[in-house]
Antibody, heavy 124, light 107 residues
Framework: EVQLVESGGGLVQPGGSLRLSCAAS????????MSWVRQAPGKGLEWVAN????????YYVDSVKGRFTISRDNAKNSLYLQMNSLRAEDTAVYYC?????????????????WGKGTTVTVSS | SYELTQPPSVSVSPGQTARITCSGD??????AYWYQQKPGQAPVLVIY???ERPSGIPERFSGSSSGTTVTLTISGVQAEDEADYYC??????????FGGGTKLTVL
């Protein structure tokens, strides 16, 4: 069974740091792009970051650039999100997602498998 | 960057057809994708590349594209289809974006 399981969420003070993990199973992790997507309480989905299969390309939403770092360990089938200088507006459920990317008529990038999410709360 | 615009809510009676739109200036040159999210659950992909349906998604879900607007159509809506629906697009610069979401209410 294809599965993604996030962990590492919790309560952290503003300015603090947190490292999220995502354990993948049931598929060849090293063959897929991976993404982090978040959802603030009562709000919509927000794309956070992408990473290529070998980690050579990484992309971030503007609001987290310079504060968050996406990484992966293909030997451990794991995806990570290091979050520094956290702000109240980073409070959200963070989802790990498997992604498919390439070119057909146009460039494509979409998330076909999602984890259940881990909750991050930034508050004093 | 640009935005994807969805109506906040759509309501239909069971058995009717629901149409949820998503508008964006770059959509004529980008694919759109649709996700269903039920309360307390993770999103589920229901349409990819404008109109393709993943395995396991009922045939009543379909997608179409015309100019700057893409549409998710749910034919013969069932009570279990009540959920939030999000469109998503991506460009070759590596960035993705989601629409604001549409709450589908089955009356």
């Amino acid at each position: 069974e294809v599965q993604l399981v996030e962990s590492g969420g919790g309560l952290v003070q503003p300015g603090g740091s947190l490292r999220l993990s995502c354990a993948a199973s049931g598929f060849t992790f090293s063959s897929y792009w991976m993404s982090w997507v978040r959802q603030a309480p009562g709000k919509g989905l927000e794309w956070v970051a992408n990473i290529k299969q070998d980690g050579s390309e990484k992309y971030y939403v503007d609001s987290v650039k310079g504060r968050f770092t996406i990484s992966r360990d293909n030997a451990k089938n794991s995806l990570y999100l290091q979050m520094n200088s956290l702000r109240a507006e980073d409070t959200a459920v963070y989802y790990c997602a498997r992604a498919l990317s390439g070119y057909a008529a146009y460039y494509y990038y979409y998330m076909d498998v999602w984890g259940k999410g881990t909750t991050v709360t930034v508050s004093s | 960057s640009y935005e994807l615009t969805q109506p906040p809510s759509v309501s239909v009676s069971p058995g009717q057809t629901a149409r949820i739109t998503c508008s964006g200036d770059a959509l004529p040159k980008q694919y759109a994708y649709w996700y269903q999210q039920k309360p307390g659950q993770a999103p589920v992909l229901v349409i990819y590349k404008d109109s393709e349906r993943p395995s396991g998604i009922p045939e009543r879900f379909s997608g179409s594209s015309s100019g700057t607007t893409v549409t998710l159509t749910i034919s013969g809506v069932q009570a279990e289809d009540e959920a939030d629906y999000y469109c998503q697009s991506a460009d070759s610069s590596g960035t993705s974006r989601f629409g604001g979401g549409t709450k589908l209410t089955v009356l």
